[in-house]
Structure formats: C-alpha cells, structure tokens
Nanobody
Framework: VQLQASGGGLVQPGGSLRLSCTASGRTFSGHGMGWFRQSSGKERQFVAAITWRGGVTFYADSLKGRFLISRDIAENTMYLQMNNMEFEDTAIYSC????????????????WGQGTLVTVSS
C-alpha cells in the first residue's frame, strides 16, 4: 500500500486545517493508521491514531481537545482535523498505516507516507 498525505499549508494561530492520508494500491485492511509530526530540531512525535475496523482513537495527551482523527473506510482515507492551532503545531506531518502499536514512544510496524508541511504563522 502507498500513502499520500495532503492538506498541509499556512494557517494563522487559532485557525484550522484538515489533513488527509489516502492509501492506494489495495484496500487497506491493516490494524490502523496514525499521524506523526516532526518539527525542526526535534524528534518525531506521535499525534493520533485510529483503528481501521473499530474506529478506536488514540491521541497525544497534549493534543486532545484540539485535534480530531477520523477515517473513511470506503475512501481508504484517514483525516486529521486540527483546530485552534498554535505556533508549536508547525511541523511536517506524516501518516503511517499498519499493525501498530500506536501511541507515544511507540514505533509502529507500518508503511509510511511522505510528509505534508504545516506552518502556523501570523
């Protein structure tokens, strides 16, 4: 499966942005998909993940309440709705799809897509 992330761009503080990650090549049937981000000079950070069949969601504690992950099984696509964005949200956001595990400080067994740049700036 190949992953294509999109939706990044420039947004002002307090604004919203929605990222998409579409799996192609075959119908995705793995355990789940997740979003990660990496800011300049920092390590990759877990953002959120969702199990594909059950739709169970996992979030980085610091992002709960502002970010919302969802998926459309028919479209083979995962989304990340980012609200009330902050300067610290500036990063390259990448998606991964596979067997997990999902969560902070965990490295999933997954296929990775290329990142999409999100810049929060006034």
């Amino acid at each position: 499966v190949q992953l294509q992330a999109s939706g990044g761009g420039l947004v002002q503080p307090g604004g919203s942005l929605r990222l998409s990650c579409t799996a192609s090549g075959r119908t995705f049937s793995g355990h789940g998909m997740g979003w990660f981000r990496q800011s300049s000079g920092k390590e990759r950070q877990f953002v959120a993940a969702i199990t594909w069949r059950g739709g169970v969601t996992f979030y980085a504690d610091s992002l709960k309440g502002r970010f919302l992950i969802s998926r459309d099984i028919a479209e083979n696509t995962m989304y990340l709705q980012m609200n009330n964005m902050e300067f610290e949200d500036t990063a390259i956001y990448s998606c991964a799809a596979g067997e997990g595990p999902w969560g902070p400080d965990l490295t999933p067994s997954a296929t990775w897509g290329q990142g999409t740049l999100v810049t929060v700036s006034s």
